[in-house]
């Protein structure tokens, strides 16, 4: 059973970096073939899909937020974190990560995070 769990501040402020980390049980994020995503919502739109990191490292953004977003790991303890910069009150959303495979199949119970000053 994998298990995705979100960690972070729950309150940013304007032009900081906005950092969360994944911490995934159950299942490695090396496995050969998986993918591991964070996905937003602001409150009142549509599920956004942010970016991902693949088992072999290599990370891939969303088109619009890619000049301001890293998506890291650190295999030694099964982790992965996001790291989007100067934020905006816009970044205001509920954060997920969530594991990709052929779809989003196991996902965390969500992290709201505010930007706010």
């Known amino acids: 059973q994998v298990q995705l769990q979100e960690s972070g501040p729950g309150l940013v402020k304007p032009s900081q970096t906005l950092s969360l980390t994944c911490t995934v049980s159950?299942?490695?994020?090396?496995?050969?073939?998986?993918?591991w995503s964070w996905i937003r919502q602001p409150p009142g739109k549509e599920l956004e899909w942010v970016g991902l990191?693949?088992?072999?490292?290599?990370?891939y953004y969303s088109p619009s937020l890619k000049s301001r977003t890293s998506i890291s790991r650190d295999t030694s303890k099964n982790q992965f974190s996001l790291h989007l910069s100067s934020v905006t009150p816009e970044d205001t959303a509920v954060y997920y990560c969530?594991?990709?495979?052929?779809?989003?199949?196991?996902w965390g119970q969500g992290t709201q995070v505010t930007v706010s000053s």
């Open positions: 990191i693949y088992y072999d490292g290599n990370a």
């Open positions: 159950g299942g490695s994020i090396t496995t050969e073939y998986t993918g």
């Open positions: 969530v594991r990709s495979v052929h779809a989003y199949d196991y």
